[in-house]
């Protein structure tokens, strides 16, 4: 196959390319730059994607002998990823940016260029796994459930999934990738793994969404409406926080109280119980699914809500265009505008970002 070999300059992207080179496969190199900022440096394992990241792809695909080129895909990351992180938490909603990344820059702007230029795939250094089933190609989570990134590749639909190539998926563990990395000759072997938003490298999200979104004074309330405190920008704020809410007024129990719920409509932040956090249905209309859709419009499944939370038996509909979700027992913690990535056992089945949640504790409790 002629396999484009997407290089983000780590560990797992370069080894994943090796191995393609090894298969036999026609393998071509490409680094996509996605920041303007052309001297933007990594610091630690903070941030991806820099300048840094680009030079270490290449040394890479140096050592492999494959062609190397760097995309630009700037801009399509900005109106795509950035300003979707900056308008969702407008909204008062928590978006996860992977995914977003995943699905709009990774596995449909590079996968549809990579297409026209006759590529039969895109590899890349995930931990997931494809199965060749007699339904047709499905998604798998990896062996090694410690790195399974299959949840942050819940929005691939089965064109994008017949067109990616994992290697990594069935490596039993990250310290083997590293090892065979060193034994290969390739410079990232013991390079940290990026972490946090790849375009707030230095982690200050709160800030950089201030100087974005702007900070606007507003109240904080209980479950049923009372001024308890106030706030300086709703922003600031994620679903289940309980540092930093410098509330005026103790609880009438003695105990903390946890963020519930942002409003941004009336700029106000909703606090309770740690016990409220729990939810008992979660729904949304913004729906996809990884290869075959379910057969019914009701059945069982597991739904993992984090990456790397547990996933949770439950049980899910689709009716009129909503998808709804009812766990066995409750989440914890779910803010609207995560993604819920549906289960049937290994499979990726599909996703949703969620829109509406419903406490598993009424407001009278």
Not at 88 to 104: F, V
Not at 138 to 156: F, M, T
Not at 161 to 171: C, D, N, R, V
Not at 339 to 359: C, M
């Amino acid at each position: 196959m002629r396999i484009l070999a997407a290089m983000s300059g780590g560990v797992d992207s370069a080894v994943a390319a090796a191995r393609a080179v090894e298969a036999g496969h026609d393998a071509v190199g490409v680094h996509l730059a996605l920041s303007r900022a052309g001297g933007t440096l990594r610091t630690g394992s903070r941030g991806c994607c820099t300048i840094e990241d680009a030079m270490d792809a290449r040394r890479a695909a140096d050592v492999l002998g494959i062609p190397f080129y760097v995309w630009d895909f700037s801009e399509r990351f900005r109106d795509d990823v950035i300003e979707d992180f900056i308008s969702e938490y407008r909204a008062g909603r928590t978006p996860n940016p992977c995914m977003r990344c995943n699905e709009k820059i990774k596995f449909q702007a590079l996968l549809e260029r990579a297409v026209e230029l006759g590529f039969d795939a895109v590899c890349t250094g995930h931990y997931a796994t494809l199965v060749d089933s007699p339904e047709g190609l499905e998604l798998h989570r990896a062996s090694d459930a410690a790195k399974d990134q299959s949840y942050v590749l819940g929005v691939l639909d089965a064109e994008q999934i017949a067109h990616t190539y994992f290697p990594l998926g069935s490596t039993p563990s990250k310290a083997l990738v590293r090892a065979e990395a060193e034994a290969r000759g390739l410079s990232v072997a013991q390079k940290p793994d990026s972490h946090d938003i790849c375009f707030i490298p230095d982690g200050d999200t709160r800030g950089w969404l201030a100087e974005r979104v702007g900070a606007e004074t507003g109240d904080v309330i209980d479950r049923s409406g009372v001024v308890i405190g106030s706030h300086e920008g709703a922003h600031a704020f994620t679903i289940g926080q309980r540092r930093g809410l410098q509330l005026g007024v103790p609880a009438s129990d003695g105990k903390p109280r946890f963020v519930l719920e942002i409003r941004p409509v009336s700029n106000t932040v909703v606090v309770g119980p740690k016990e409220a956090l729990a939810t008992a249905e979660i729904a949304g209309e913004r729906y996809s699914w990884a290869g075959r859709p379910p057969s019914t419009a009701a059945f069982d499944c597991h739904v993992q809500i984090r990456a790397h939370a547990d996933p949770v038996p439950a049980r899910a509909t689709l009716v009129d265009g909503l998808l709804t979700v009812v766990p066995e027992t409750p989440f914890d913690g779910v803010a609207t505008g995560q993604t819920a990535v549906i289960y049937d056992g290994t499979r990726v089945v599909g996703q949703f970002t969620i829109d509406r949640t419903v406490s598993a504790v009424p407001v009278d409790a």
